[in-house]
């Protein structure tokens, strides 16, 4: 991640770390013309633009509260396991173990849209996670846990995520991805860097595929339609 940043400081990106969009700031005409900040030091700024990105994962409704995005708190663990001992990701009902060179073990995730947004640990959710470890790799019930913690997924009605322009002209939105955050980084970025400074290179294609992720879908299309467009992204 440090690489990643440094790349993009040589490129002229600034980073506002500690940062909160409070208000998205519209012209008489509707269009988008800057944000409020609140600053880690206490400040309040207004940054003026006439493009943005609404990438603010779980809690992007509280910038535009029409956005059919709702959280899925999630609970997670890692264990102490032995070097190399395993290589691979494996998958179960509920439960996946991803490994890391030096044996740690991260154990995921509870699906918990009830929780809204309730921080904390909870019995229920660890006795979940550990009843899915004995339930895949029951050897790994024995090691150590390390670390405990929990998110917030953001998440649609049909946990396809919401992609290209907004009900904001220069407000654009890349968020909703639920489990797939990660996993459509790079795709997302291509897309809507793409469509911000107008170089598709197929734009028949692209466009296509943008409308199956708009954010007002689920007034004109169903969730079948969506759930096939999430498979070709992915």
């Given amino acids: ?51 943005a990105v609404l990438c603010s994962g779980a809690w992007s ?11 899925v708190k999630g609970q997670m663990l890692s264990l102490q396991g032995p070097r190399d001992y395993l290589k691979r990701v494996i998958f179960g009902p509920g439960t996946y173990m991803v490994p890391r060179e030096d044996g740690l073990v991260v154990v995921g995730a509870t699906s918990e849209p009830e929780a809204e947004f309730r921080e904390g640990l909870t019995p229920h959710g660890q006795a979940t996670l550990s009843a899915g470890i004995t339930a895949l790799l029951p050897e790994a019930s024995q ?74 879908r689920f007034e004109t299309t169903n969730s079948t339609d969506t759930a096939h467009a999430t498979t070709a992204l992915a």
Avoid at 1 to 29: D, H, I, N, T, Y
Avoid at 61 to 71: C, D, N, S, V
Avoid at 179 to 188: E, H, K
Wanted: hydrophobic share 40%; net charge negative; proline share 7%.
């Fill in 61 to 71: 409704a509280q910038l535009m509260p029409e956005l059919p995005i709702f959280p």
């Fill in 143 to 216: 090691w150590p846990p390390m670390e405990r913690w929990w998110g917030f997924r953001p998440c649609t009605p049909d946990e396809g995520p919401l992609l290209g322009r907004s009900a904001i002209d220069g407000l654009h939105l890349a968020c909703g991805h639920h489990r797939n955050g990660v996993l459509l980084a790079a795709i997302t970025a291509e897309l809507l860097s793409n469509l911000m400074s107008n170089t598709w290179d197929s734009p028949s294609e692209q466009d296509k595929l943008l409308e199956q992720f708009r954010w007002d």
């Fill in 1 to 51: 991640m440090r690489a990643l940043e440094r790349a993009c400081v040589s490129l002229g990106v600034q980073f506002l770390e500690g940062s909160e969009v409070r208000e998205l700031l519209r012209r008489p005409s509707g269009q988008l013309e800057g944000v409020v900040l609140h600053t880690a030091e206490g400040e309040q700024r207004r940054i003026h633009c006439d493009q």
